[in-house]
């Protein structure tokens, strides 16, 4: 597979910023085993390449303070554009699991995110729901919905609260500690699933801490 | 992003004494949340 005249393409200023995605190629290398070099030259249209790269995998590591969480961030494709154009935000997905059992409150750490003060929450990768501030409450609430859980019998009960809030006023104010909170009138056990999706301005590196 | 040991990381930074004060912080917070004193 000879890949050279690829340099020369670069050179000839024949680098392009967008492209139609059904009608574009790509080269690709075929594994072939009875090639010399190993590989066959082929192409793939930009549409199907897109199509089979799925949502990375994710690997859940079990939380230091709190060890019935785990939880994971994961950079994910697309950004959010102010409408004055100016600030840009990359999005990360914060995944996890946590068991709740024998109490009727809980608040337990998911993990801390670091290296941006500014930091929104997104839900389901498109919809801001409110932007952090210095104090708990606003995003807390906006997040807030009530679930089913089960009690010390076996029976269902509605919790009174069960969100995720973002408190960034604990060590320092690019320090995110994102906490599981839910309560109910009485003792529950539950499996949850934590999946929400956060977006920082482009350019600080930030990393998740659990 | 493969730091993920949120205790590792706070000693480095703020040394011990420092994360037993954190840590005792954010458990007073997490206690007044869970009380229902938002």
């Known amino acids: ?210 | 992003m493969k730091k993920t040991n949120l205790k590792q990381y706070l000693l480095a930074k703020y040394g011990k004494r420092e994360l037993e004060i954190l840590a005792k912080l954010f458990s007073q917070k997490m206690k007044y949340i869970e009380q229902g004193k938002k």
């Open chain 1, 1 to 210: 597979m000879d890949i050279l005249n690829f340099i020369s393409w670069i050179k000839g200023r024949r680098v392009v910023t967008s492209v139609d995605p059904a009608k574009t190629l790509i080269p690709v290398g075929l594994k072939d085993n009875r090639r010399d070099d190993g590989y066959l030259a082929s192409a793939i249209t930009v549409t199907d390449l897109a199509n089979q790269l799925g949502e990375p995998s994710v690997t859940f590591v079990q939380g230091t303070f709190d060890p019935q969480v785990q939880a994971t961030m994961t950079p994910i494709p697309g950004t959010i554009t102010y409408a004055n154009g100016l600030v840009v935000f990359d999005r990360y997905r914060v995944q996890g699991t946590a068991y709740l059992s024998g109490a009727a409150s809980y608040a337990y750490l998911i993990g801390v995110v670091v290296g941006s003060t500014p930091l929104l929450r997104v839900r389901e990768d498109s919809t801001i729901l409110a932007t952090d501030t210095n104090v708990y409450d606003t995003v807390a609430s906006a997040m807030n919905f009530n679930v089913l859980v089960k009690d010390g019998t076996g029976a269902l009960i509605s919790t009174l609260s069960a969100f995720i809030a973002d408190d960034n006023t604990i060590s320092s104010p690019d320090e995110h500690w994102f906490t599981l909170v839910m309560t109910a009138g009485a003792p529950f056990s539950a499996d949850v699933s934590i999946d929400f999706t956060i977006a920082v301005p482009q350019g600080p590196v930030i990393e998740f801490f659990n």
